[in-house]
């Protein structure tokens, strides 16, 4: 059986889509299989013939892709240091002597549009935008993009026509699961991919001795690749381009017997019961600027590993290890029938349909897919986590942090995955190097700056058009997500030694590089933009809102570590002078200085509600300012691409109303194409732009717990309020969750029946004291680290 790889070309606007067809036959399937007995799986009678209606497993370093197929299985796998590219610095030397006169233009226009002369102002906002692309933009223009790394193949022999077919995908135990029956014959095929052995793990069993017959083998698409067989070991070798990423998988089989021969770049099973591989992947990737590792003895060390454990200690380790984090939270939002239709029917019918138990398994597919593309020691997940197909991917699959690196951390904390986190804070960490330099070169500043993208090489620099390349707040929006993890955790060690370090760092750069505007004599950010939308510009509120929230979190990380009193001072003495928030004509917060936003403009970005979520700039507390926010997330409509409802389910559930975030959930979960324009859910649940962008999925996680508990809100002693059931849908009368984190380190569990709490349990992690409200009643509580208070219905 041979592979035919066909390549399209697609254009999306400026990327392109490489598409690849898998041409392998179908088996003849009959018989209707019933549900698994998993609470929380995906599951299907038919196996995959779309990359997007396959089923993800990882551990952070190895993605894969289970297609199920019968006659012949494809596990398509990435590696998550898999890029184009080599090191090298993406700074523009000498860039910051167009600085003083792009700004010059930006104001220029900006006084002109006050004065109602539109054309000639955005004549000023072209000029500045053109200088900027010929001296001050990234060297060279675009980023790198992550690659596939692998297929495996496993090819059946007489297995033609199939009965009673299910795949599922236990959540629970981290499992990909095949079964059918061929004759009188069951099998069965389980696939993870195990983090302590950082090994893609797979058994094939038939419950007939001497039944299993097969051919496995591997292949790439990258063009130089090589397979070859070595005695039972299939070893895969290649690189993405000269001077770049070299890899090397290895895949070991053993099977009961005298059953397993090696051919040239095969490996043949014949007359087995069972048959186990284990595949390791390596690349020769150190760092960010060293390539010297070899990747052949990275894969024998890797397999060395776990040589001597059979599959009964793989497993358990493996869901062992999966659970300590996966099962920290439950979720019950009900179940009805609908519950065990297979889940590509669920997707179909939620809208209309009564299903609530979709919404839990959404919640908790989230966080399934952040512990499989974020553990300590790998990569931060990308724009697909660690999965992907395509040797173009779309927008290269790197780092979009403009919103969609951020996304993708949003579960983390509220879904007790804190170590989750750790990828990209040794991102950041790089960052604040390569940031430094582009800082130096491009705005004579000091501290550290990224704008809208990374890649592995992490460049920092502004990149594609300058339009919406420059755009100066992604590292004051990542620095923040460090201090947000000392919020939930309390952690004074790694407040110290890695959170504020960098985030001091980070504000050091905007204490340089805030400007005053004339007509004002507010201090604005700029040049930047809006994301992605109005041009290059000088102080959009988004940047104003992000820089305002890290001079804050920097002053009050200095007053507990008591530290940097003299860099404090500064912030302070900023801080207040940083453009505010505006309300305009049209009752909207103002997206821009000026009061131009449009109240029929819909885009896909809501960067001025930063502040409503996920900042805290914007309350109910502040009336004012928060029905301004509110009218303009009414003005952008309901509909949109996927990740962008993911950010509204969030908005709509600050905004305290449960019943419009759940409308918002239920436009996100319909089958992708439903409504012409729209964003919504393939098959395997990945939320689609489209195409398959994984932070709309981290999106709606995090907008399900935000429904039912936020902690964002200061007391007025400056400790946190925990708030119980703040946007509860009518659509979900009973339930309960339990494990969900609040800032201040406290674990919060919560019931209810016919829509009001009957029980909440706040835990102390490493908090002591906060205030828990529900409806308009307040409680004062005072734990010590490990003590518990529950509340009743009456909240006492």
């Given amino acids: ?380 997940a990308n724009l697909q986590g660690i999965w992907n197909d395509k040797l173009r991917p779309p927008w290269d699959s790197k780092y979009t942090c403009n919103i969609n690196t951020e996304m993708n951390y949003w579960p983390a904390e509220v879904g007790a995955l804190g170590e989750c986190h750790e990828p990209l804070f040794a991102a950041l960490a790089d960052l604040a190097e390569t940031g430094r330099v582009v800082a130096k070169e491009h705005y004579d500043a000091r501290g550290w700056v990224v704008h809208h993208n990374f890649d592995l090489w992490r460049g920092a620099a502004p990149i594609n058009a300058a339009n919406h390349g420059i755009w100066v707040t992604g590292s004051g929006w990542m620095a923040l997500h460090l201090w947000e993890h000392f919020l939930f955790t309390q952690d004074r060690q790694f407040l110290e030694k890695t959170a504020f370090p960098l985030m001091r760092g980070a504000a050091q750069f905007y204490a340089d590089f805030l400007v005053e505007a004339p007509q004002t004599r507010w201090l604005v950010s700029g040049p930047s933009n809006s994301p992605e939308q109005g041009g290059m510009v000088m102080g959009p509120t988004m940047d104003h809102q992000i820089i305002r929230s890290l001079f804050g979190a920097c002053i009050e990380a200095a007053k507990i570590l008591d530290a940097d009193a003299k860099f404090t001072a500064r912030l302070k003495e900023l801080r207040p002078r940083v453009a505010p928030n505006q309300v305009g004509q049209h009752r909207q917060l103002q997206e821009w200085l000026e009061d131009k936003d449009d109240p029929k403009n819909t885009h896909r970005h809501v960067s001025h509600l930063w502040g409503v979520y996920p900042g805290d700039d914007i309350t109910w507390q502040d009336k004012k300012f928060f029905d301004a926010a509110r009218q303009s997330l009414i003005y952008r409509g309901d509909a949109a691409t996927g990740w962008s409802m993911g950010w509204k389910v969030n908005l709509w559930a600050r905004f305290l109303d449960g019943d419009h975030a759940l409308l918002i959930l239920r436009n996100l979960l319909q089958p992708i194409g439903t409504v012409k324009g729209q964003g919504g859910m393939y098959p395997n649940l990945f939320d689609a732009h489209p195409p398959f962008q994984i932070d709309g999925n981290f999106g709606a996680s995090a907008g399900i717990a935000e429904m039912l508990l936020q902690s964002h809100i200061r007391n007025p002693d400056g400790t946190f309020l925990i708030h119980i059931l703040p946007a509860l849908p009518k659509a979900w009368p009973a339930g309960s969750v339990k494990g969900l984190r609040a800032r201040g380190g406290f674990e919060v569990d919560i019931t209810w029946k016919d829509g009001q709490l009957t029980g909440a349990t706040i835990r102390s992690v490493n908090g002591t004291v906060c205030k828990a409200r529900y409806g308009g009643t307040v409680v004062d509580l005072s734990l010590k680290p490990g003590q518990a208070r529950s509340l009743d219905a009456d909240f006492r």
């Fill in 1 to 380: 059986m041979k592979t035919k790889l066909l390549v399209a070309a697609v254009a999306w606007g400026t990327m392109v889509l490489a598409v690849s067809v898998q041409s392998a036959p179908t088996a003849e399937l009959t018989g209707k299989a019933i549900a698994p007995d998993a609470p929380f799986c995906l599951w299907y009678r038919q196996p995959a013939t779309k990359w997007e209606e396959a089923l993800p497993v990882g551990n952070g370093h190895v993605g894969a892709m289970i297609y199920g197929g019968v006659p012949a299985e494809q596990i398509q796998f990435n590696e998550h240091t898999v890029w184009t590219g080599q090191p090298r610095s993406y700074a523009h030397q000498g860039a910051a002597k167009a600085l003083p006169e792009m700004r010059r233009l930006l104001f220029e226009g900006r006084a002109l549009e006050l004065q109602g002369q539109l054309k000639t102002a955005r004549a000023k906002q072209k000029e500045a935008e053109d200088l900027a692309m010929r001296e001050f933009m990234s060297e060279p223009l675009r980023q790198m993009a992550y690659q596939p790394c692998g297929d495996l193949w496993i090819e059946f022999e007489g297995h033609e026509k199939a009965a009673d077919y299910r795949r599922w995908l236990d959540l629970d135990r981290a499992l990909a699961v095949t079964e059918y029956k061929c004759g009188d014959v069951a099998y069965r095929r389980t696939v993870f991919a195990s983090y302590p052995d950082r090994a893609l793990c797979v058994r094939i069993e038939a419950d007939k001795p001497g039944k299993l017959n097969c051919i496995v083998r591997l292949n790439s698409q990258h063009k130089d690749a090589k397979t070859r067989a070595d005695g039972r070991t299939l070893v895969l070798c290649g690189q993405v381009e000269p001077d770049g990423i070299r890899f090397e998988s290895r895949a070991v089989l053993s099977a009961d017997g005298d059953t397993i021969a090696a051919g040239q770049d095969t490996v043949r099973v014949s007359g087995a019961s069972a048959l186990i591989i284990r595949l390791v992947v390596a690349t020769n990737y150190k760092n960010y600027h060293d390539l010297s590792a070899d990747p052949a003895s990275r894969c024998v060390a890797l397999l060395n590993k776990s040589s001597s454990k059979s599959w009964e200690q793989l497993l358990p380790a493996h869901v062992a290890d999966h659970r300590a984090l996966f099962g920290r939270v439950s979720l019950d939002l009900g179940r009805t029938p609908a519950a065990s239709k297979p889940t590509h029917e669920r997707i179909k019918e939620f809208a209309a349909g009564n299903d609530p138990h979709l919404a839990a398994l959404v919640f908790q597919y989230g966080r399934y897919m952040l512990i499989g593309s974020s553990r300590a020691g790998g990569q931060p």
